[in-house]
């Protein structure tokens, strides 16, 4: 494991625990995504373990949904390669990649609000491969493990923001991915109800071995989900280590300023 701050264009390699050989996951390499003229992403190079959790930090406009689309598959990298699991995604579709154990949430959840709670989760079961009647009982487990089973027959619509990101963990959890990529999930969530949706999340990893990658706002709920993490800003690839160095470094002080208790949680 690698204890120091890592310089620019390094490979970044998020090792699980020190003294830990676990063969990687997920690896980019040299990714460069271009929008026309403007540069989103710059050659960056990852290598993420299996069971790892990576925090991605970063300025607005810094490239984070970008590269979580370029995992998922929603933006195709200009130059760079993609390989999960062993094989190259590089130009392997959303679908492809959500088949073969990487799923995601959203910065804005998107259930399908005229389906219930639990049909929700069965659409996901059956784009999976279940059978209807399976996936009607199977939804019960994941809508019990993020705590909405009181809520299992009742519309999608009349959830509020809390329950929508733990409904989107739900349906994410069914396609049964080994990697999850986590976009804000905290956004918009009642303060009361975090600690408890951070807490499903934190259990999801330790228990079940799901490899995290998170894009998340409040410092001290990411510091509570991932070990590692990686700050990017305009694209290019800063500097990255242990979470406690990266939320340690002036230049992600600076942009996280504003919130003194999530730069003492930092600091904790
Ligand atoms: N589809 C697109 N077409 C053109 N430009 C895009 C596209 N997607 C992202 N960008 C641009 O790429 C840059 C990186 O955007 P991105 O959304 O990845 O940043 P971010 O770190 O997720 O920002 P935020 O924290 O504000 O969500 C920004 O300048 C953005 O305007």
């Keep these: 494991m690698q204890r120091c701050v890592q310089p620019l264009q390094s490979t970044t390699r998020i090792a699980k625990r020190a003294g830990d050989d676990v063969a990687d996951l997920l690896n980019l390499s040299n990714v460069t995504v271009r929008f026309g003229g403007l540069t989103a992403l710059k050659d960056i190079s990852l290598a993420l373990p299996q069971g790892s959790a990576l925090g991605l930090l970063g300025p607005n406009g810094a490239g984070k949904t970008t590269l979580f689309n370029v995992i998922a598959g929603a933006v195709r990298p200009t130059e760079g390669r993609v390989v999960f699991d062993g094989r190259d995604i590089t130009a392997a579709s959303s679908s492809a990649r959500s088949g073969g154990g990487i799923a995601r949430t959203f910065q804005i959840t998107q259930p399908f609000t005229s389906l219930t709670v639990r049909e929700n989760v069965m659409v996901a079961l059956t784009a999976a491969g279940m059978a209807m009647r399976g996936a009607f009982s199977a ?22 923001t809390g329950q929508r990101k733990r409904l989107e963990l739900a349906r994410a959890l069914a396609t049964r991915p080994k990697l999850l990529l986590l976009d804000e999930v905290t956004g918009g969530v009642d303060r009361p109800s975090i600690p408890g949706l951070v807490e499903t999340i934190r259990q999801l990893h330790a228990e079940r071995d799901l490899t995290l990658v998170v894009v998340e706002h409040h410092m001290d709920f990411l510091k509570a989900l991932v070990d590692r993490a990686m700050f990017l800003d305009r694209g290019a690839h800063v500097l990255s280590g242990s979470f406690a160095e990266v939320a340690a470094d002036p230049r992600v002080r600076d942009i996280y300023l504003g919130d003194p208790l999530e730069l003492e949680a930092a600091d904790a």
């Design 139 to 160: 939804a019960v487990e994941y809508v019990g493990f993020v705590g909405l089973r009181a809520k299992i027959d009742e519309s999608a619509a009349s959830l509020s």
